[in-house]
RNA sequence: GUGCCCAUAGCUCAGUUGGAUAGAGCAUCUGCCUUCUAAGCAGACGGUCGUAGGUUCGAGUCCUACUGGGCACGCCA
């Protein structure tokens, strides 16, 4: 919002200027206070495209410039800076039209359908530690989206298909009542397992209820379902206590491309873009070649007539690019899996199911590692079930909030112990940067301090409790912004980057930069809070502090709800 | 062997169109609660941004090589 009035104003300034017609005005905060409140750094490179002293250049820049209206003051430092001190009057204005929308000042940007292919475990299994990155990050950038205005179809792309449902379900028809196993999906995949494992006749058995589950027979169809159900129920149960935003009819698992998959083998044919290699069916493309030559292929059929995940994930696209017809198609998945949807990609565009305006792109994180900086295990070794880490970040929390609220009755504890347990597991993976592997650890994601999910729910309790001490009903709150202090000016600001940040992570897919600034405007507020007082105030100062605090609230909330994490009135 | 990603303060991390003296939190040290939640704030300490070159007015950011780490590479998903 800032950003966006100050290009336009000094791009018109360059260009009067006489500055090249795509002379970007490279706007942004200051990076040091005393540089002011905001910058523009394009003049040192017009004036080098001219070929004329930069400072001179700024020189005439700011003479064609009018910021009358916007900036105290607007000057030119070292070899060519804009330096802008912003009035706080306008910014007072600014803030007045925030207020005032429901929407915090971002603009509602309607023109995409975007996909989100994101969480998708597998079904064969319970969900593990492993499935938070995508389930998180992936609802986050959805709610993101949303929020932007953007069209958003959530695909669920779960595993459902392939060999091990064979086993899975011979198992199933086999034992009198399933139900206790089944109640651990954990307990009943290593059963079936073992069985598969150390008996022959039940292997064979296994193969042919594959082979039955593909060709439609009607009772082990029934019985698949059956353990479909059974899992998406339990995924559903994970969904609903990380309060995530997917649905079961967002499921749109591997088996949803069944029928595509020989469609798909003989289109690529078709295509002229299939060649057979030991018997598999492969596409070859040249960007994939090395310096030797040689081309990894893509397998798209076993040499026995069986499909891969490859094939499925082309049908995928096809899908999701000409039925849907999406402008984006997003990946929220591991990084380990880039090779693969290069490939993907790539064979997508050259058999023409994504056409160029339709964007793939894979928006990869990294791995989530224990103590020892290996992949996060059990003690035990095991794969830690994603149910466990919840109730333990939520029990964690609860004696958190015990021993600083030991008065408050246990219901209240609960309720804010399951707020801070879950938001303390989604921040953590929210505020690092997603690329990267990080560390599990309770008590660096239950820190009070720093950024961290306390901090921000607390700075959010701590102006609530500032409304309901002051008796000040906030719909009801009537009065101007006035800024004065300098620790009011530097709150303005951030409040008014709330539009710019949203538009960052729509783009760009990275959840921490909400996170960062969401730190960066409780920090501002807490700094504020200290320097100036705001019930005892005189008026018209008290309610002009009481509607920074307000509108600090409602971009904090807002901040937390788009990536998915409560609020809590006191804690 | 080929390719992708990563390397920033003692530790964990920001720094994403190349900008001024590289920022937070933790840890260590020093202040501030009879005043709006001290789950807070103020300050100090702490850096050859893996190494060596290059591009340019300017490089943590772009290019090349190297070192160290992670990962992926034709019939699992």
């Known amino acids: ?5 100050l290009e336009t104003r000094i791009s018109a300034a360059l260009a009067r200027a006489g500055a090249p017609a795509d002379s970007p005005a490279l706007v942004g905060p200051a990076t040091r206070p005393e540089f ?33 209206d916007m900036a105290a003051s607007v000057d030119i430092a070292g070899p060519g800076f804009i330096n802008i001190q912003l009035k706080g009057e306008w910014l007072a204005a600014q803030l007045g039209n925030v207020l005032a929308d429901p929407r915090l000042g971002v603009p509602k940007d309607t023109t995409q359908k975007v996909v989100i292919d994101y969480s998708h475990p597998n079904l064969a299994k319970e969900m593990h530690i492993g499935h938070l990155r995508s389930t998180v990050i992936g609802d986050a950038i959805a709610r993101v989206l949303e929020f932007s205005g953007h069209e958003v179809v959530r695909h669920n792309h779960v595993g459902d298909w392939g060999t091990q449902f064979g086993m899975l379900i011979a198992h199933l028809d086999e034992i009198a009542d399933p139900a206790p196993e089944l109640a651990d999906l954990e307990v009943f995949y290593q059963s079936a397992r073992q069985r598969f494992d150390q008996d022959a006749a039940f292997a064979d058995l296994s193969r042919e209820y594959v082979v039955k589950l593909q060709s439609g027979d009607p009772h082990v169809q029934r019985m698949w379902q059956q353990f479909i159900d059974e899992s998406l129920a339990h995924g559903q149960r ?25 469609r798909v083998v003989e289109d690529l044919r078709a295509k002229g873009l299939l060649v057979e290699s030991n018997g598999a069916q492969c596409v070859f493309l040249e960007e994939f070649k090395n310096k030797d030559g040689q081309i990894t292929p893509m397998i798209v059929q076993k040499s026995d007539g069986g499909y891969l995940y490859a094939t499925s994930d082309l049908a995928a696209v096809r899908y999701r690019a000409g039925v849907l017809a999406a402008d984006r198609i997003l990946y929220i998945v591991d990084a380990r899996q880039s090779f693969h949807l290069q490939q993907v990609f790539a064979v997508a565009r050259a058999a023409g199911y994504a056409p160029a305006t339709t964007a793939l792109e894979h928006h990869e994180f990294g791995a989530i590692l224990g103590a020892d900086n290996r992949p996060f295990k059990t003690r035990a070794g095991g794969v830690v079930k994603l149910m466990d880490v919840l109730e333990e970040g939520v029990a964690r929390a609860f004696a958190q909030v015990s021993e600083k609220n030991p008065d408050m009755d246990e219901a209240e504890r609960r309720q804010i112990a399951r707020v801070i347990g879950i938001g303390s597991i989604k921040y953590m993976e929210l505020s690092f940067n997603r690329t990267s592997d990080y560390v599990f650890d309770w008590d660096k994601m239950l820190a009070l301090d720093g950024n961290t999910a306390p901090y921000m729910l607390y700075s959010y309790a701590r102006i609530k409790s500032m409304f309901r001490r002051a008796g000040v009903d ?8 006035i800024i ?18 949203v538009a960052a992570v729509a783009r ?19 700094k504020f809070y200290e320097q100036c007082p705001v019930l005892r105030a ?5 309610t002009s502090r009481l509607l920074l605090a307000l509108l600090t609230a409602r971009i904090v909330r807002q901040g937390l709800d788009l990536l998915g994490i409560e609020t809590l009135e006191r804690m």
């Open 1 to 5: 919002m800032i950003t966006e009035s």
């Open 36 to 68: 002011g409140d905001y910058q523009a750094n394009g003049v040192m490179a017009a004036a080098k495209k001219l070929k004329t002293n930069p400072r001179a250049f700024a020189a005439r820049v700011v003479e064609e410039l009018d910021l009358e």
């Open 238 to 262: 994970i969904y609903d206590a990380l309060g995530v935003g997917l649905k079961p009819e967002d499921v749109q698992g591997e088996s949803a491309y069944n029928d595509d998959l020989p």
């Open 474 to 481: 906030e719909d009801a709150l009537d009065g101007a912004i």
């Open 484 to 501: 004065g202090e300098r620790a009011e000016n530097a709150l303005a600001i951030k409040l008014l980057q709330f539009p710019e940040v």
């Open 508 to 526: 760009q897919c990275y959840p921490h930069m909400l996170c960062n600034y969401l730190y960066e405007l409780a920090d501002a507020f807490m």
């Open 538 to 542: 005189d008026e018209p100062v008290r």
